[in-house]
């Protein structure tokens, strides 16, 4: 019953890619304006380089597939770090949310912290920020979220009212259990049941699913551990490899991932991050060029490892960020938020209106009052309109030279035409699960999709009737697919869902050589020749050696 995808990053531990602010990276472009993240940068293993915060990125701790698929995230945040959920001080999970009854407001309290959202009376609805609409009712709220899921909270704690379960359009569900206010069972949407066990202090010990292979004993696919101040010092997979973590006052000081690699953080004493680097015990990373930098840009603080990062705070936001590579310099504002950027000569501004939200640009947006964006004006003046119906859905697209496309749903929801501006109609037809099953084209071709018991794409029946299949693993990794014309390529992945070995449809066969990081250092070709691939301390590609041995 091993139905956990594992896919971890440079630490060892699956890292899930949604929301991840790459190193030096802005979270969303100058046009983009609607995101939670909008107008953060971070750097490092990552820090926010406006307000010193550190985060880690979330964790998969256990995947089950299904109509409503299931996933248990685990990240932790210095924002929350007198907060415990459960998994310690800072620590949060994707069913850890809550909301909050206060005097004037309702703090909804999710995995990736607190929004605040009008208070209301039994029987009324608010809108707030990404889509969503909270409704009260007499037992709880649901809360909308505007992508297809409703959160309904009806566990009552004082003035607290606690996740009970997760729906979709279809009625799917996810169930949460609780007793005496602590949660105790998870029910996914097939009905498998996952077992919250708890540690002697009270705090989630292992997520644990019944595995029927194994006579139906309770299996951990998540275990934890924690010291006497209540924080979480270790975390441990279904395929039993463990990361590990120390603290200062709930203060994250250090993360070590299961293959030795540990990054370590400092901060000042206004809990904002001044420094952070990983590096190996032994001080050496046998993938990294000899010739890296001995000190970081600002030519004073010595090189300790890989995305090592020094950053100086000074006053009014701003912020100066040494990697090995160059001096960054931030511009903050009281949202937390970044005005400007200026990193290797170029240079990234906004502005933002009195609620923290993006402006100007080079690109306008506008919302309605549900949070949906009805128009984009561009830098010519040319406007793109939307328009849609009274659940939400987009009904049309207005283009700038008059052309709309139009789109039409089901009861449900779910889109059954699209009418481009010539006319043409493209239909589409859905079965089980609600999965896409027919598309229908305007020239009458056909392609028809078959999907396996957990939702799955395995099959693709063109218009000429060719198939195309694919196999899957447990962990619904593909493992070989079938072309429309009958050959066949085949894939392997090592535990930690990295590609090792592809196979095409010749025969060829390429395998792939990872390092303790988890970045690719070698590719072995078919007739043995090898291409090499060496990193600087910030995990950027600096050589490449073809297997004819020349460098790029």
């Known amino acids: 019953m091993r139905n956990l995808r594992r896919n971890r990053g440079r630490g060892g531990q699956r890292r899930c890619p949604p929301g991840r602010l790459a190193d030096g990276a802005l979270d969303g472009c100058p046009n983009h304006h609607g995101g939670k993240k909008s107008g953060m940068a971070a750097k490092g293993d990552p820090v926010d380089v406006v307000t ?94 505007g992508d297809g899921h409703w959160y309904v909270f009806a ?78 010092t270790s975390a441990t997979d279904a395929d039993g490899y463990t990361t590990r973590y120390t603290y200062q006052e709930h203060l994250l000081t250090s993360h070590t991932s299961p293959t030795g690699l540990t990054f370590s953080f400092r901060y000042d004493d206004r809990r904002r991050c001044v420094e952070t680097w990983g590096a190996y015990g032994d001080g050496r990373d046998r993938s990294l060029a000899e010739d ?98 009274n659940r939400g859905n987009l009904t049309g697209v207005l283009r700038p030279d008059g052309g709309t496309t139009r789109y039409e749903y089901d009861g449900i929801g779910d889109c059954t035409a699209v009418l481009q501006p010539n006319q043409q109609v493209t239909r589409f037809v859905r079965g089980g699960f609600h999965k896409l099953c027919e598309v229908h084209k305007p020239n009458g071709e056909s392609t028809r999709f078959r999907y396996n018991r957990e939702g ?38 090592d535990y930690n869902g990295r590609l090792i070995s592809f196979q095409n449809a010749t025969g060829e066969r390429t395998e792939y050589t990872y390092d303790l990081a988890g970045q690719l250092v070698a590719r072995t070709f078919d007739d043995g020749s090898v291409e090499r691939f060496t990193y600087d301390d910030r995990g950027d590609v600096i050589a490449a050696e073809s297997p004819a041995g020349s460098f790029t």
């Not at 004037?104 to 208070?119: A, C, N, Q």
């Not at 602590?182 to 996952?194: A, N, P």
């Not at 609620?355 to 690109?363: F, R, Y």
């Open 52 to 145: 010193g915060r550190v985060f880690t990125i979330p964790a998969v701790d256990l995947e089950l597939p299904g109509p409503l698929p299931l996933s248990i995230v685990r990240s932790y945040t210095t924002a929350a770090f007198e907060r415990d959920v459960g998994l310690g001080f800072g620590w949060s999970h994707s069913l850890a949310w809550e909301i909050e009854v206060r005097q004037r407001i309702l703090r909804v309290w999710t995995d990736d912290g607190p929004v605040d959202l009008d208070t209301m009376p039994v029987g009324a609805g608010v809108a707030g920020p990404h889509g969503w609409v909270l409704a009260r009712e007499e037992r709880g709220f649901v809360l909308d979220s």
């Open 155 to 232: 566990e009552a704690a004082g003035k607290r009212f606690r996740l009970t379960a997760i729906k979709d359009r279809y009625n799917n569900e996810i169930r949460l259990s609780y007793r005496e206010g602590v949660l105790t069972e998870i029910t996914d949407s097939v009905g498998r049941i996952v077992r919250v066990r708890r540690a002697p202090d009270g705090r989630i010990g292992a997520f644990e699913i019944k595995n029927a292979r194994e006579r139906g004993v309770w299996v951990p696919f998540a275990q934890y551990s924690y010291d006497a101040a209540g924080d979480l």
């Open 292 to 389: 890296v930098p001995t000190h970081l840009a600002d030519g004073r603080t010595v090189a300790r490892g890989i995305y090592h990062c020094k950053l100086e705070f000074g006053e009014g936001g701003y912020v100066e960020v040494a990697d090995s590579i160059t001096v960054h310099r931030y511009f903050g504002n009281r949202f937390g938020k970044l005005d400007k950027a200026v990193s290797a000569g170029a240079v990234f501004s906004r502005t933002y209106d009195e609620h923290g939200d993006a402006l100007g640009g080079k690109t306008q947006l506008a919302y309605d009052y549900w949070g949906r964006c009805r128009s984009i004006r561009d830098t010519s003046g040319a406007v793109l309109s939307y328009t849609y119906d």
């Open 456 to 493: 799955r794409l395995v099959e693709i029946k063109n218009a000429l009737g060719e198939r195309h299949r694919i196999e899957l693993d447990a962990a619904g990794m593909v493992t070989s697919e079938r072309g429309f014309d009958g050959r066949v390529s085949r894939t392997k992945y």
